[in-house]
């Protein structure tokens, strides 16, 4: 009996592929029928597939950069036709697919050429005589391997040409792409952290509490002080896992959202068109309440809501268990452990995140000082002084090793130190603050309030054209708020691309505002005023 080398993928280290889509076919029966249509077709919207694995088949295992490909690729598509179970590479191919699909979520759309389903899924009809050949040819772990990538993949949703198109080959290849462009422009990774240190152990502990081999619906929590790293370790895990559900969706930064007024009915649509893809008109928060019961109670979707500290957030969005279908999970970040409380968290689904330590410190300080993961010898004493005294919170490593990148005069160096000893272990916005304080001029610093108190979601070029229209120059000044780690712009669905800022940080901009207008408006009416102030802009 052969060995074919079955256990290959069993270990996925985030394999790289240059492909969007994998086809995985029998050539003889539709590389030049079907397959070519589909694979040109995909070309045309210019979706790179890979269609040439019969180039990587050698001697009886598969080819490691076949591997890589599959591994990498974000979708696969195998096409069953009558003479499918007959080569043992189509086989092959699709028991790696079956370990991508359970182990990495990758995507599988299965097509159903001239065969039924049923015959796919229990190895009847035209698969029964080739798998009693395989029998007796292959390991009989080998042939297990195979029946059981046959019964998963063959149940998922997928197209049945006769059934789905009366047997339109045509029809059912425009249907595919229009799936596969659907699954590829919804399925894109939230922007993840530049240095990613620590996250490994943090993804791991959130995915045990997630248990993703339950079938019931989930709340799971993420508590903590602001600063500590909530949002990047949901991003991390959403990316991780959101093409394991049907429908996803990341609500970012809930509590400054309602406080901009963007209110809760909008982000009840959002959470909507993410999740089911269709822009749904929701009157008011009560009828939002039930649609999203509605449509997504049946539905095994991902639900991340980022920094709620209102149990009205909660009540609008994610109410109860009973609104998302089996499987479904939701995480929610917040500071407030009575949030959790009120989603009826248990204590052991709560995660809290530890500060770095002292060492992970040390390291993601010199990356963001020096891009380097050690400070060089002249400064480790400096740098390993700072990382000590900033307490292991990534924001406020971040924040000040980004200040700290461009300054080599070790006097500043020291005064910063300095600076850092005299502020007590918990008042994170006073060491922030010490970037701020050391801005070049008060242009910057004028920049960088009107951006915490005005501008957060607007679209970069927006705001630029604003500050441009009033006599200003502000291009190099945001080059250096960027590079200080105090704004960042990032990409949103819609393709914008819009300014954000921690929340941490935001707050002590807006302070300082109040803090030089201590006989002005209170901090209500500010953030009111200058609300009203970007909306007739934007206007």
Same mark, same amino acid.
């Given at each position: ?101 359970? *182990? ?96 490994? *152990? ?96 049946? #539905? ?36 407030? #452990? ?137 291009? *190099? ?44 408006? *209170? ?17």
């Amino acid at each position: 009996m052969a060995d074919l080398n079955e256990d290959s993928s069993s270990a996925f280290s985030s394999p790289y592929s240059k492909y969007d889509v994998f086809l995985n076919f029998r050539g003889a029966d539709t590389r030049k029928n079907f397959t070519d249509f589909l694979h040109k077709a995909l070309k045309n919207e210019g979706i790179n597939d890979f269609i040439d694995s019969e180039n990587l088949w050698t001697g009886e295992a598969i080819d490691p950069a076949l591997i890589r490909t599959i591994e990498g690729s974000k979708i696969a598509i195998p096409v069953f036709s009558s003479g499918y179970a007959s080569s043992k590479w189509c086989l092959q191919e699709l028991s790696l697919i079956h370990d991508c699909y359970k *182990s990495n979520g990758q995507i599988a759309l299965p097509i159903f050429l001239d065969v039924e389903p049923s015959y796919v899924r229990n190895q009847t009809g035209s698969f029964e005589g080739p798998f009693q050949e395989h029998e007796r040819q292959f390991m009989p772990q080998i042939v297990e391997n195979w029946r059981e990538a046959l019964r998963v993949i063959g149940s998922l949703k997928g197209w049945v040409l006769n059934k789905d198109t009366n047997g339109d080959q045509a029809a059912l290849v425009e249907l595919v792409v229009k799936r596969v462009l659907d699954e590829l422009n919804s399925n894109i990774h939230l922007v993840a952290c530049k240095y990613p240190i620590g996250i490994d *152990s943090h993804i791991n502990s959130l995915l045990s509490l997630l248990n993703s081999e339950s079938n019931d619906a989930k709340f799971v929590g993420i508590c903590g002080f602001g600063g500590i790293g909530k949002t990047t370790i949901a991003k991390a895990v959403y990316n991780r896992i959101f093409s394991n559900f049907k429908g996803h969706s990341f609500l970012s930064d809930i509590r400054e959202q309602i406080i901009r007024c963007k209110g809760l009915v909008s982000l009840q649509k959002q959470l909507l068109k993410d999740t089911s893809k269709m822009d749904i008109d929701i009157c008011d928060y009560h009828r939002g309440k039930h649609l999203i019961k509605q449509r997504l109670c049946k #539905e095994k979707v991902l639900l991340v809501l980022d920094d709620v500290d209102d149990k009205e957030h909660l009540d609008a969005l994610a109410g109860e268990l009973n609104w998302f279908g089996k499987g479904s999970r939701v995480i929610i970040t917040t500071r407030d #452990e009575h949030i959790l409380d009120v989603a009826k968290v248990g204590k052991d689904k709560i995660y809290w995140p530890q500060e770095l330590n002292y060492k992970e410190s040390l390291q993601l300080f010199s990356l963001h000082a020096f891009s380097m993961n050690q400070p060089p010898d002249d400064y480790m004493q400096l740098s390993q002084d700072v990382a000590w005294y900033l307490g292991g919170l990534p924001l406020a490593v971040e924040v000040l090793g980004s200040y700290l990148s461009d300054v080599r005069d070790k006097e500043v160096w020291k005064s910063t130190l300095q600076s850092l000893k005299e502020i007590p272990d918990k008042e994170v916005q006073r060491k922030l603050r010490i970037s701020y304080n050391n801005l070049e001029d008060e242009y910057q610093k004028s920049l960088f309030l009107d951006f915490a108190c005005t501008f957060i979601g607007c679209d970069k070029e927006t705001v630029i054209s604003i500050w441009e229209a009033c006599g200003y120059y502000p291009k *190099s000044a945001i080059h250096r708020l960027i590079k200080r780690s105090l704004i960042k712009f990032e990409y949103k669905e819609y393709g914008d691309c819009c300014l954000m800022m921690h929340d941490l940080i935001r707050d002590m901009g807006r302070r300082i505002v109040l803090e030089e207008n201590l006989m002005e408006p *209170s901090n209500g009416e500010i953030l009111q005023l200058l609300t009203h102030k970007v909306r007739c802009l934007r206007v």
